[in-house]
């Protein structure tokens, strides 16, 4: 009795889910970094970066990826910095600046993400400063998995939010090392000036909730 029930409460909430304002799909574009006040030089492809740096770093995307992985990715450009211009900049940063900064896609549009761009960068010599922003899906072979838009909207919608008022996106997070369904919806604060937002985010590859937070609505 219980599971049938459970059943038609989760028959429900897809219902209801699916009469949401929701995208037919929704991508993640390439962040963008500031370098001060100049331009570096552009990636158009890996044959742009010196032959060591372009064969380590391939060899770190294939061990932490997954070979089969690696070879759907699509290269999305990316920024050369030079010596002279990481050290004019480097007063700026709180951490070290990057020689290369470089994007990959991935496409999953089965699931409602045509592309989502993930960056990594890299010091002189190749090696990585920050990890490419997907998960490490040679150590978590449960993660090539992803849940689609409308079931992680249900989650969403579980936990309170409006299917008619929230907003979703996708994004990665660092903390769980995992591809994010991210929904978001206003919060009425009065009279308040500061405008909130209830921000939601749903583990894309299991459909649990991993966390909520308030934060500035833009």
Known sequence: MRAALAAIACAALLASTAQAQLPDSVSRSAGARYYGDFEPRQAKSLDDLPAQVRQRLVRHLQMRLGEDIYKQLSFEGGDIVSREQRSATQADYRREVPAYRLNFGLHRPMVGIPLFVAAIELRADGSAIDEIELPCF??????????????????????????????????????????????????????????????????AHSGALLRRETVSAR
């Not at 409006?162 to 591809?179: L, P, Q, T």
């Not at 991210?182 to 749903?202: H, P, Y």
Request: glycine share 6%; with cysteine.
């Open 138 to 203: 040679s150590c978590h072979p449960e993660k090539r998995i992803l849940v689609d838009m409308q079931a992680a909207a249900a989650t969403a919608v579980a936990n309170g939010m409006s299917a008619s008022a929230m907003s979703v996106g996708v994004d990665y997070d660092r903390d769980a090392d995992s591809i994010v369904w991210v929904f978001t919806q206003g919060i009425n604060t009065g009279k308040s000036k500061v405008a909130l937002a209830d921000r939601l985010l749903v583990d």
